[in-house]
């Protein structure tokens, strides 16, 4: 009566589901319920076009019903449907015909009893009456059909989920009744009377309730039914058996077999639930406070949001434990049948040999499914959770926090303001490794995301190089901290929560196996399951000791691999300088010495590990031993192999589940600190004043009147950079407070300029303008306001640019108008710039902007506000980054030009003399953040002496400036556009002879000794192993010819455990040599690449990204460190434990020969297609995650310029589009997953079935042991080949790195030293220079820089080089230290040069370039990098060098202790060339080459450089390249060059007193005339700079 029952219950349902869609009961609803703004989806999307005719009306029905084959199987359903109903009735009616012929009435006896009535009627039996019952379902079901296919799809798809969940129970009512006897030995079929009707009903209704449902395809139903996807994903419409066996990814594998590499573009579309957009919908109102929810934790809402994946998560979880157990029960009853010749058997045997397949086989699709499931919500929340904390920091605001790392108040900190801040160093690095080879599989280690904090350079300008410390943003925290911390929150944070999101596994899943495992173990080895339980529990503790003392040694040896790379990306990034110093030998030797430390630290870690290997390889065969010891000496109890083999599965599982706890823990506590951030940051983050919510009353207050709405200013307003209630700064920050007393209005339509003091505030006065300070009322009249109606433009003081074209950096999304843009680039004199780049304006920028100078930077931020069709700009002291050339250009072009016309300018300056011609309007700043004056320049300076004295000085400078005679040249882009050489991908497999740099490493000088000998302790180990499990099986044999108390239980006890330990010593034995071999492989490869980066040619640094050479210093010597060494050990181990075991299951049974190797093969060709798919799919989810990050590091460094100009929706729109192509290939990637697994688990289990079938069926009676022993092997390696496909995989994956490093090894290089280039003791005794016929090119086949030059320079003169940019200043140079290839002949105190190493020629010339390189660390590190001199020595360089002389007393005094910041960013231009003075002074060379510095170094500064040159250095031969001709005027000797040739040499006057001269040309044209006359004639500098 069952089917009768699931029939009424569905009619009543559907009853139901009518009366509530009546009209009257819906207007009843409205009464109570408020009415939905959003409709609901209208499953009929696809609305029928008029149609004309049968044919066509018929077409579009078909296809609003999914198509022709979804019909078509609903179609086909309909028919079963109704020949169901055919031979139900055909049986009620032959029963019926039965009981007339025999006119038998069996009806119950005693009162039931009926008299025949007169007219022949016979009431039903109950079996008639069962019958009739069917025949209504079946009718009702035929009816359900006819609904299905003939009504529109919204009805047809309801009643067809009616109709398959009635057909499923008729099947199985029929199954339970029918088919279930079958599979026994002693019952039948409850119908079998009904005889072949009964078969014909049976496969009907299997076909219609299990296989039209599962091969039918499922109709697509869009999620947002406004965005129809014209080609929808396969996994939205394909059938259920193609979702359940990963079918549907077919044509994307053998594609990606095909193909090279599989590009983006050729995987599939997104599908509907994947896009951004739509999960944005689905989760911000549970996740985001502004998209409406609740204030709580943000673990709440993403469980709100994934509730449905968990709850489908956990039934798989149940469906995965109990399948787990099918093996072992089938092997224990299959065992039991053969031990008992088949007595007392309820099933057949064949049965527990498809149990052997099937049980694993739903085992795996439960645990595929469910990994399906947790890495799509993986993905999702990793979209989700990015974009959250993306908008949520365009809310925040900019805080000046100042870190607490105990400086003190007079150090100075690297400057940068809310637009500098950097994007975590390595977030794209570490994408590369985000994801390895089995990344997803739940509980496997997974992304590791590093954060090198980079470091932000300060600005080079003159004077004013100390940056506003108390005042404005612009503080290093507020990059550091801030923009670290958000970075932070989306890799490393991200990649926490994302691995912790197994939960369900330690909470659900590890209860439930191991109490099921429990129970198992007691039903067939009764209380002595409970003994080895104990025995797990009490070693418990052994392998969490280990697991700690792990972590503590793998967290010291990262600080010791921290400090390789601190040192390691030093010194490549003044690599340049080491070279140019000859200093290659002495950095090899420190970070040699810093790998040493790191490796010591990686030995350990190593034999920790091989400890704890050998823990979890004791443990479960101590707990075994226990177990059968008590079962067999105690209980007194017969061991046989059903129970051996069966228990022994068992262990293993028990034992995966304590792993699992150790691995887990830690993971779950991570996520949850992470995820705590994420949510402080989300609900404590200070916002902007437009975002908090504000009482009303002030609200009220406040309200600005309409006259005022366009102007521009403030009154009685206080500003400070957080909202003190919220208690943001501590009371030992210092609080800066902007203070305006009265009314200051800018004014409209012209330039306003903003001056003041270093630290007066000028920055923080257009921070509030634009909102971002918080701003306190000091009174009823309190108002500030920037009218934003006619769009506001901001240009930053540290240039903020984004990863993008120039072009696309100036539009900043606005229209292209190319007479505007040209325009543009014209006033921000970009166009020289765009010439020198092959590109033009289509070059990349790179990230942060890379293959910009800083000045570029400047004005193509500049250039994006000019071209914004915004009424009012704020520019933030864009001149600071120029030289005076180019401040004057645009002063002059741009500021004074059409395209600012009517504009309201407002101009944060420190060039006040510069700017005060197109100046209307003059606001001063005082030191205490208040306003000294404000007015007209004239005004203002009759005001304010500080600003009048400032802009006296200036005019000094600027003079000075006018003597440059030429521009340092900008670097030429490739071009494409593409800054570098892009990086190659090497598609397909590792290369050999990258294989054979680690292989040759591990094996040292033997390496055939070292391999034989490994293999041999492996493979011994691997023999030990299996003999133990045989010999158990051996042991339980006896019990079956002998007596319990003839078996020598203590000799099987004995034999067992001398096997175990024999094992565990070989397999330490092969490892330890194995880590000592990856050890030797990790030292030769490291030291080989750092020889070879260091010993390489300066073309060769020019064309390749330093952070190319740091990733391979750092990312790709740690997967050669790490999972590559790991991974070629695992595969040895693998590779020989396979052979080992299919070598046993052919020992036992020969016939398995073939069918194993045919396994053993199929097995690895299907790993071979996915691996090719894999890596493709790798690689674009590595590209596409990489643009994500970079958008969010660039927008989060942006946030004030984004802001200004009111572009958050563009970002966050651009953030949604970046995050889909990401979860594009991130599915794919996770996908390709399950498709292999459920491969392989297919195809092991059919071989350990098939293998099963034969030793039970095919060879008659046969020892139970032996066929124990042999499923065992063959269960063994069939669950082998997956992890063998995957490990080889990972191996692939990070022998890439060792691919890559294995080409770096092989690049040019620079002459190695030599026993003969050593130069004499006593050389040089002077700095004579001596030059013939030296001719120089930067390339082999390049054109000569340099042509046929010959001078003499005696020692101790100084000699100025001049000449026009391009005539070759810097390739002399160069050439003189051998750095490009050179022709002819160079003397150096009487030896060729030619002749010498390089390192002591380098080492015996100084050359300091225009921008010097310097370390970080302390000036002492600078100036005595390898702690050759004492400190008196030192100093006396600094204060010969003239740095004590530039110190002000008000200033931090810098000493040898104080810290330099990585390239001397917190330092100015002029500050650093004074150290690279005195470093010069203490390496006591006899020749020193000066590239002068052109960027505007404050007049103090150059004095005293200059007076160091003349008077401190008299004895040293001075080479300067010279950009202004008074430093040089009255040197020793002058060299004009043009072209690469020598146009003229000789003493000043000599060179002015010919008329036709280059130089006399050169001073003619200058406005210093007189000056640099006088000063060749030999008067006094002093003298000449009064004249």
């Known amino acids: 009566m069952i089917p009768a029952y699931f029939a009424a219950a569905s009619a009543l349902l559907l009853l139901l589901h009518l009366i509530t869609l009546s009209k009257p009961v819906k207007k009843l609803w409205s009464r109570f319920l408020p009415p939905k703004n959003e409709e609901e989806p209208n499953l009929s999307f696809d609305e029928p076009t008029i149609a004309d005719g049968f044919f066509s009306e018929a077409k579009v029905f078909i296809s609003q019903h999914g198509g022709l084959v979804i019909y078509a199987y609903k179609f086909a359903r309909f028919i079963g449907c109704l020949a169901f109903l055919g031979l139900s009735l055909a049986t009620f009616i032959s029963d019926e015909r039965e009981e007339h012929a025999t006119g038998s009435n069996k009806l119950s006896k005693g009162k039931h009893r009926r008299s025949h009535p007169s007219d022949g009627y016979i009431p039903f039996s109950r079996a008639e009456w069962l019958q009739f019952a069917l025949c209504m379902t079946a009718a009702y079901a035929s009816i359900l059909g006819l609904v299905s296919v003939t009504t529109k799809p919204r009805w047809s798809r309801l009643v067809s989920n009616h109709l398959a ?458 707990t075994m031993m226990a177990s059968y010891m008590t079962f067999t000496l105690i209980m007194g109890q017969n061991l046989s192999a059903s129970k051996v083999f069966s228990s022994m599965s068992v262990f293993d599982i028990l034992r995966d589940q304590l792993n699992m706890v150790f691995f887990a823990i830690p993971r779950f506590t991570q996520a949850k600190v992470s995820l705590d951030r994420v949510n402080s940051f989300l609900t404590d983050t200070e916002l902007l004043d437009a975002h908090e919510q504000q009482d009303d009353d002030r609200v009220q207050l406040f309200v600005q009147s309409e006259e005022e709405s366009d102007l521009i200013g403030f009154r009685d307003a206080v500003f400070a950079w957080s909202n003190e209630s919220h208690g943001s700064l501590t009371p030992s920050k210092r609080k800066f407070r902007l203070r305006i007393d009265g009314e200051i209005y800018f004014q409209h339509g012209c330039i306003n300029l903003v001056v003041g003091p270093t630290g007066s505030g000028k920055t923080s006065m257009l921070m509030a303008l634009l909102g971002e300070m918080h701003f306190t009322p000091s009174g009823p009249t309190s108002w500030f306001n920037l009218p934003r109606k006619g769009g506001v433009a901001y240009a930053a003081q540290e240039s903020w640019v984004q990863n993008e074209t120039i072009r696309a950096n100036i539009l900043f999304g606005a229209p292209y108008d190319e007479i505007r843009y040209k325009k543009v680039l014209y006033q921000c004199a970009l166009e020289r710039d765009l010439t020198l780049f092959e590109a033009g304006d289509q070059t990349e920028v790179g990230e942060k902007g890379l293959t910009l100078s800083g000045g570029q930077k400047a004005r193509i931020t500049l250039a994006r506000a000019i071209y914004s069709s915004a009424n009012t700009l704020l520019l933030d002291d864009v001149l600071a980054a120029l030289d005076v050339h180019t401040s004057k250009w645009i002063v002059d072009k741009c500021f004074a030009g059409d395209l600012v016309k009517d504009r309201t300018i407002i101009l944060v300056t420190h060039n006040v003399a510069m700017a005060s011609s197109i100046a209307h309007f003059v606001v001063s700043m005082g030191s205490n953040g208040r306003i000294v004056s404000h007015g007209s320049i004239s005004e203002a300076i009759a005001k304010d002496n500080k600003l009048a004295a400032e802009m006296a000085k200036e005019q000094e400078v600027l003079h000075k400036e006018a003597q440059v005679v030429d521009t340092p040249e900008e670097p030429k882009a490739k071009s494409d556009g593409k800054l570098v050489m892009s990086e190659e991908i090497a598609e397909g497999h590792v290369s050999w002879p990258a294989f054979k740099l680690y292989l040759t490493g591990l094996g040292g000088n033997y390496p055939m000794t070292f391999w034989v000998a490994f293999l041999a302790l492996m493979g011994l180990t691997d023999f030990t192993n299996t003999v133990q499990t045989w010999f158990l099986g051996y042991w339980a044999s006896q019990y079956e010819d002998h007596l319990p108390s003839e078996v020598n239980v203590k000799f099987y006890l004995a034999g067992y455990a001398l096997l175990m330990l024999s094992g565990c010593l070989m397999y330490s034995a092969g490892y330890y040599m194995y880590y000592r071999g990856s050890m030797r492989a990790s030292r030769s490869i490291h030291k080989k690449l750092i020889q070879s980066v260091l010993g390489t040619t300066l073309r060769w640094l020019d064309t390749t990204p330093t952070s190319r050479v740091i990733t391979r210093c750092t990312q790709d010597i740690r997967a050669i460190d790490g999972p590559f060494a790991q991974g070629i050990g695992w595969v040895v181990e693998l590779s020989l434990t396979m052979i080992v075991k299919l070598g046993a299951v052919v020992a036992m049974t020969p016939v398995f020969l073939v069918p194993g190797l045919f396994i053993g093969l199929l097995g690895g060709w299907v790993g071979r297609i996915y691996m090719k798919a894999q890596l493709s799919v790798k690689r674009e989810m590595s590209n596409a995650k990489a643009p994500v990050l970079g958008h969010f590091g660039a927008a989060i460094a942006g946030l004030t310029s984004i802001r200004a100009y009111g572009a958050e929706e563009a970002f966050k729109d651009e953030s949604l589009n970046r995050i889909d192509r990401y979860t594009k290939s991130g599915r794919m990637f996770y996908n390709l997953n399950r498709w292999v697994c459920v491969r392989i688990d297919i195809i092991g289990g059919g071989f350990s079935a098939g293998l099963a079938a034969y030793l039970v069926y095919g060879r008659g009676v046969h020892e139970a042991s032996n066929i124990g022993f042999s499923l065992n092997m063959a269960v063994g390696f069939s669950s082998m080949i997956l992890w063998w496909v995957r490990i080889l995989n990972e191996v692939e994956v990070s022998g890439n790195s060792l691919e890559r490093i294995d080409s770096y090894i092989k690049i040019e290089q620079e002459p190695k030293s030599t026993e003969g280039g050593q130069p004499p003791a006593y050389w040089p005794a002077s700095g004579d220079l001596r030059v013939e016929n030296l001719s120089a090119r930067y390339s082999l086949d390049g054109p000569k820089v340099l042509q046929d030059l010959s001078f003499h320079i005696k020692s101790g003169e100084r000699v100025g080089i001049v000449g026009r940019t391009g005539s070759g200043k810097s390739s002399l140079t160069l050439s003189l230290l051998r750095c490009i290839f050179t022709e002819g002949d160079v003397y150096y105190d009487g030896i060729p040069t030619s002749g010498l190493n390089l390192n002591a020629l380098r080492s015996n010339v100084t050359i300091i370039p225009q921008i010097p390189e310097l370390l970080s660390g302390t000036l002492r590190q600078n100036l005595d990098l390898f702690d050759q001199h004492d400190d008196a020595v030192l100093y006396d360089a600094l204060r010969a060098a003239g740095l004590f002389a530039v110190q002000d007393e008000s200033e931090a005094r810098l000493t040898l202790d104080s810290a330099i910041a990585s390239g001397g960013g917190n330092l100015s231009v002029g500050q650093r060339q004074i150290l690279a003075l005195a470093r010069a002074m203490v390496r006591g060379s006899k020749l020193l080459i000066l590239d002068e510095a052109t960027s505007a170094i404050d007049y103090k500064t150059d004095s005293a450089i200059q007076s160091s040159l003349r008077n401190e250095l008299n004895n040293v031969t001075q080479i300067i390249v010279a950009h202004r001709l008074q430093t040089i005027i009255d040197a020793d000797k002058i060299m004009v060059l043009d072209a690469g040739k020598l146009i003229e040499f000789g003493s000043p006057l000599e060179l002015l007193q010919n008329e036709q001269g280059m130089l006399r040309a050169l001073v003619d044209e200058s406005g210093d005339k007189e000056a640099l006359y006088a000063a060749a004639h030999g008067k006094p500098l002093e003298e000449v700079e009064r004249l």
Request: hydrophobic share 45%.
């Open 165 to 622: 969940t009635l057909l499923f129970a008729v099947f199985a009512v029929y199954a339970y009744r029918d088919l279930w006897p079958l599979i026994t030995f002693h019952e039948r079929p409850k119908d079998f009377q009904e005889g072949a009707l009964l078969w014909a009903k049976v496969t009907i209704l299997f076909l219609s309730s299990v296989v039209f449902p599962l091969v039918s395809p499922r109709q697509y139903v869009p999620v947002d039914p406004a965005n129809v996807s014209d080609n929808p994903h396969p996994e939205q419409t394909s059938s259920w058996l193609s979702m359940i066996l990963y079918t549907w990814l077919d044509p994307i594998v053998f594609k990606a077999y095909r193909v090279p590499h599989l590009s983006h573009e050729e995987l599939p579309p997104l599908a509907d639930h994947d896009y951004s957009r739509n999960l944005k919908k689905k989760s911000f109102p549970h996740l985001d406070p502004f998209s409406g929810s609740r204030r709580r934790h943000i673990f709440f809402g993403l469980m709100k949001t994934f509730c449905v994946e968990y709850i489908v998560m956990s039934v798989m979880i149940v469906l995965q434990v109990l399948a787990r157990l099918a093996a072992p029960i089938g092997i224990n009853q299959l065992l039991l049948y053969i031990e008992t010749k088949g007595e007392r058997a309820v099933v057949r045997p064949w049965v527990w040999i498809s149990w052997l397949f099937l049980g694993p086989l739903v085992g795996s699709l439960a645990w595929q499914w469910y990994i399906y499931i947790a890495t799509r919500a993986l993905v999702h929340t990793e979209g989700i959770l990015t974009q959250l904390v993306f908008e949520h920091a365009l809310r925040i605001r900019m805080k000046a926090e100042l870190p607490d790392d105990g400086k003190k108040s007079g150090e100075s900190t690297a400057p940068s303001t809310p637009d500098s801040a950097s994007v975590a160093g390595s977030s794209t690095a570490a994408v590369d490794e985000s994801t390895d080879g089995s990344g997803d599989e739940t509980l496997q280690a997974s992304a590791e995301t590093v954060s090198i904090s980079s470091t932000i350079k300060g600005k080079q300008k003159s004077q004013d190089v100390k940056e506003e410390l108390d005042s404005s943003p612009k503080k290093h925290s507020s990059a550091d901290n801030l923009v670290g911390k958000i970075n932070n929150l989306v890799t490393t944070d991200l990649s926490n929560i994302t691995d912790g999101r197994d939960f369900l596994m330690v909470a659900l899943y590890m209860p439930l196996q191991v109490g099921m495992c429990i129970w198992f173990l007691y039903e067939i080895l009764g209380w002595s399951a409970f003994a080895g339980l104990t025995v797990m529990i009490v070693l418990f503790p052994l392998p969490g000791y280990v697991a700690q003392r792990i972590q503590k040694v793998q967290a010291e040896k990262m600080h010791k691999t921290d400090a390789r790379v601190q040192t390691v990306t030093e010194t490549m990034n003044v690599l340049r300088m080491i070279k140019l110093f000859g200093w290659e030998e002495k950095l090899d030797a420190r970070i040699s010495e810093r790998r040493e430390v790191e490796l010591d630290w990686t030995w350990k870690t190593k034999i920790l590990e091989l400890v704890n290997n050998n823990l979890n390889y004791i443990i479960p065969l101590c």
